[in-house]
């Protein structure tokens, strides 16, 4: 009996250094988590832009929840700005799909060119692999300007191929934006209901923040070109009129910032709770300190409810979220599984009254690796709106099983659990 308990545990050891080596290996082959000389460049742009553009404010804004469970608010609210757009078209996506949605905007957006309004199309390298060269050459064709943001196997990329832009940003004319987790493909919007189709948020901007985000995609557009911003300056010398009074605050993330603003705005906001903080995300993966952050407010008494997917898109990461989850839960968290479909939304709301909304996952690789945008979004008529559309997902969601609480009841799943935790930061 002795003897198979050693060698269990021989390859418990053995299993364990093997998979710290490859994560090791993978940090080294992935890259640093911040960049000097992009966070230097990216600085030296805001510095010029701020010299020739005025200064950002986060009052005067108008933001609206684009919440249908289709997506067909979205891409509809997408085909009144490329259609309304008059002088520019400012679109950066993590991913534009070749499918129906897909073809849909890139016809769209070649019409406008045609027209003479200026368009700019940022695709992330990594996400949007799949949509063919030949795609993108019509587009050309057409006079859209576009680019792939950091290629993995370019001369040209800059830093590490783990950092990808996963913004999904749409401004027109620099006074009206569309925001959120839905990227731009049949699978996140469409114009009819889908099976397949992920629930997910967007949120339509308009009034200064609107500016500030174009700002924060011409600057991407900068650095995926390697473009000097000089050459936008009559862009960003622009400014949005104030149209009502939601205070909007743009939060932009990445390898390229000074510090961590997201995950500093968030830890911040989570220590100011007074009665509830609640999260929507499709993977849950926060670091030490945040985690450390919610389970003390639980303890607080202070309402905490986690709202996940039963099942999401990457099997590795439901592995990895558990130890977290089965923290909070037996803090006295309130932990909910949404089952209909694919839950993709990414929200934070702090007392009904602050809303964090954008791009970003509640996980380490949105907070430390990832190109995010992020609107902070305070005493507005929208955080109610998100308030009842966090009820309904409640509602359609149910509480986890025993074996959340208790852990993984089989050798595997332990081990499952253990090396996706292990590669967590990678995910």
Known sequence: MLHWAQALNFWQI???????????????????????????????????????????????????????????????????????????????TYILAHDVVGREVIALL?????????????????????????????????GVQVARFNPVLSLRTRGSANWRNHRKMAIFDGTTAIIGGQNLGGQYIGSMPSRRRFRDASFLIQGPAANHLEHVFLTDWCQALNLDPIDLKSVLREEAPRVAKDRAEVIDSGPDAQSDPLWQALNRAIASARTSIDIVTPYFIPDAVTLT???????????????????????????????????????????????????????????????????ANFDMRSFFLNYEITVLVQQSQVCTDISGYIEGLAKESKEPSLSLIRGARTWRGQQLEKLARLIAPLL
């Open 14 to 92: 053995s299993l364990t250094l093997f998979f710290v080596s490859l994560a090791l290996w993978l940090w080294s082959l992935f890259g640093r988590r911040k960049h000097q000389q992009l966070a230097q460049n990216r600085q030296a742009i805001r510095v010029l832009a701020d010299a020739i553009a005025p200064q950002h404010g986060i009052e005067g804004n108008k933001v609206a929840a684009l919440l249908s469970r289709d997506g067909s608010d979205t891409l509809q609210a997408l085909r009144v700005g490329i259609a309304g757009a008059q002088r520019r078209i400012s679109i950066g």
């Open 110 to 142: 070649a019409a406008r060119a045609r027209t003479g309004v200026e368009v700019r199309l940022l695709i992330d390298a990594v996400g949007s692999r799949m949509l063919p060269n030949y795609r993108l050459k019509d587009l050309r064709a057409a």
């Open 293 to 359: 952050a919610l389970t003390r407010a639980t303890r607080e008494g202070i309402q905490v409810r986690i709202i996940v997917p039963r099942k999401s898109d990457h099997r590795l990461a439901d592995f990895a979220r558990r130890p977290y989850l089965r923290k909070l839960a037996e803090a006295g968290a309130e932990i909910r599984f949404y089952g209909p479909s694919i839950l993709h939304t990414k929200l934070v709301l702090i007392d009904k009254v602050k809303a964090f909304i954008g791009s």
